[in-house]
């Protein structure tokens, strides 16, 4: 390795830079001059294709290849994309969104969403470095922004806490990867991820208990230790913790002939917005020999959508080195659609 050019004529005043890969381009913000220096990298030499001035001072940049529009955070808190024109000397403004509350105690000053990435679906990731105030706790912690490609009452903005001076956000572009960021204050990286809880309806022989059952499962493959509560009409709950195959299997005794409904969620090691609903009902019908004990599906329902998307699905976030997990839904998407089968008597 060695240096092969200096580009000059570029702004670096308080510069964070990001890379277009899909048009090999650089951009470089600045802080002190609010400007986007916009760098050809495939010419020979790399050259500088213009200056994109911006209103408000820019604190973060990265490239959004599933709209092909230019990404930057502000320090007034928000998110804006930016479609440049031609000539690199300016930029038309698309979407704006606001990002996450800072948490009380943070110093607003200092306090800026600095790194960020978008995903392929166009949800946007933004981690935001929390300095505390001089009044405020000194263990206040950093947060990631996560803003969907639609922003409304049903997919708000959802802030996951991270730790301490959270600091870098590097995303693994595999297929259901995970996104790790650094938290410099405290030495630990913390990983976010989605996950998917599903309820599902279990059969059981007359004189054996039932079976509430959900799981609860990584994209990118890796197993999740956790520990489910399905919790009945009456209030009791009943827990169990994931196995190696991401489910959580309940014994429920004395299930009456009726419906017996479970409201199922996430308890620990992490606290999780997705929950939702499922049903199973019990039948006076006469036990059936070698009946076994495998997930039943209810009969044809009108409209009754695959098992497979019967599922909550949300975007956890977690301290790998403190080996804790807090799990936090993704906007409307922690909905679990009701589902009911049958477990026979």
Do not use: C
Not at 79 to 91: G, R, V, Y
Not at 134 to 157: C, H, L, W
Not at 270 to 281: F, K, N
Request: glycine content about 10%; overall charge negative; aromatic content about 4%.
């Amino acid at each position: 390795m060695n240096v092969v050019q200096i580009i000059s004529g570029v702004e670096t005043g308080a510069a964070v830079t990001a890379m277009d890969s899909v048009h090999q381009r650089l951009y470089v913000s600045s802080e002190s001059t609010k400007t986007v220096t916009v760098i050809d990298a495939a010419s020979t030499p790399a050259a500088v294709l213009g200056v994109i001035p911006v209103e408000k001072t820019p604190v973060g940049v990265t490239w959004d290849a599933s709209s092909d529009t230019l990404v930057l955070t502000f320090d007034d808190n928000t998110i804006s994309w930016l479609e440049p024109s031609s000539d690199f000397t300016s930029a038309e403004v698309t979407r704006s969104e606001t990002l996450a509350p800072l948490p009380e105690g943070a110093e607003p000053s200092v306090s800026l969403p600095r790194a960020l990435s978008v995903r392929a679906d166009g949800t946007a990731m933004v981690l935001t470095e929390v300095w505390p105030s001089e009044t405020g706790p000194e263990n206040i912690t950093s947060f990631v922004s996560v803003v969907p490609p639609v922003v409304d009452a049903a997919t708000p903005v959802v802030p996951l806490t991270v730790g301490i001076d959270g600091f870098a956000l590097i995303p693994d572009t595999r297929v259901g990867g995970s996104v790790y960021v650094t938290n410099i204050g405290e030495g630990t990286v913390s990983t976010l991820g989605d996950v998917t809880l599903t309820g599902y309806a279990s059969r059981h022989v007359v004189g054996t208990d039932g079976a509430a059952t959900a799981s609860l499962v990584r994209a990118d493959g890796f197993p999740l230790a956790a520990s489910l509560n399905f919790t009945d009409a009456s209030g009791t709950v009943f827990s169990a913790q994931t196995g190696a195959d991401g489910f959580a299997r309940a014994a429920v005794a004395g299930l009456a002939v009726g419906e017996a409904g479970f409201d199922v969620s996430v308890a620990a090691p992490a606290t999780i917005t997705l929950a939702g609903e499922s049903a199973v009902t019990t039948t006076a019908a006469a036990a059936t020999p070698g009946d076994d004990q495998s997930t039943s599906t209810p009969p044809g329902v009108t409209g009754q959508i695959t098992p497979s998307s019967l599922a909550a699905t949300g975007f956890p976030v977690g301290v790998a080195a403190a080996g804790v997990l807090a799990l936090f839904a993704l906007g409307a998407a922690g909905i679990l659609i009701s589902r009911r089968g049958r477990v026979r008597a």
